[in-house]
């Protein structure tokens, strides 16, 4: 089963609107960390935010948030106020307590902004 | 200061020969992950260093594959008899400790090596 479900290939988004990216888990932990990470056309995976399972509060950092609905097992991405440069992968991803360091990542979603 | 860093940027080699992949991670983090992404995926795990030891090998797909981390700084990821289906973007990245919980576990990554077995 997969772990991290994106279920979105590609989204398209109009230059200054919010759009929001999908992301659903899976785990039998109670401790875990979500990320979402943007992977420009260059390659390099930079790292956006992240939503620790115990957080009560939903992660914000800028323009990006993340919708954590614990009981759902979502992890949803939001930009508001889209920009060209936004136009990139994004993967989200899960660190398990239980499984040590490394990371899971889902399959990605394109998004692309329309100036 | 300085992020992970990745040598070389692209490799071509042929079936059959060896490789050496080298990551630097930033300076002061304790831990060290190699992951795998093939065209259109998302990172797959392969190995990852708390200190000079490797914590977890679990995703290294065969005993091709190896990596060390000698001196708990900078390592590098070994593929002998290179094969086809090992063309990929070998991504490596770090963060202060592999055992440290909440943001500071967040993982940085470095540029990736492109790897191409012609």
């Known amino acids: 089963a997969q772990k991290i479900t994106q279920t979105q290939p590609g989204m398209f988004v109009q230059e200054k609107e919010a759009v929001t990216l999908d992301c659903t888990y899976d785990?039998?932990?109670?401790?875990?960390?979500l990320f979402w990470y943007k992977q420009p056309s260059s390659g390099e995976m930079i790292f956006l935010i992240y939503q620790g399972s115990y957080d009560e509060q939903n992660a914000t950092e800028g323009r990006y948030s993340l919708n954590f609905q614990k009981a759902r097992k979502s992890a949803n991405l939001v930009i508001s106020a889209s920009q060209l440069g936004d136009s990139a992968m994004y993967f989200c991803a899960m660190r398990e307590a239980n499984q040590g360091g490394k990371l899971i990542f889902g399959q990605g979603t394109e998004l692309s902004v329309k100036p | 200061g300085a992020g992970v860093s990745q040598t070389p940027s692209n490799k071509v080699t042929e079936k059959g020969k060896y490789v050496e992949l080298r990551c630097d991670p930033i300076s002061g983090h304790t831990a060290l992950y190699w992951y795998r992404q093939s065209l259109g995926q998302g990172p797959e795990f392969l190995i990852y260093f708390q200190g000079t030891g490797a914590a977890d090998d679990s995703g290294l797909p065969n005993d091709r594959f190896f990596a060390v981390r000698p001196e708990g700084s900078v390592s590098t990821l070994k593929i002998q008899r290179t094969e086809r289906g090992d063309s990929a973007v070998y991504l490596c990245?770090?963060?202060?400790?592999?055992?440290?919980?909440?943001?500071?576990?967040?993982?940085?990554f470095g540029p990736g090596t492109r790897l191409l077995v012609l």
């Open positions: 785990t039998s932990d109670q401790s875990y960390g």
């Open positions: 990245a770090s963060s202060l400790g592999a055992r440290t919980s909440g943001r500071k576990e967040t993982q940085y």
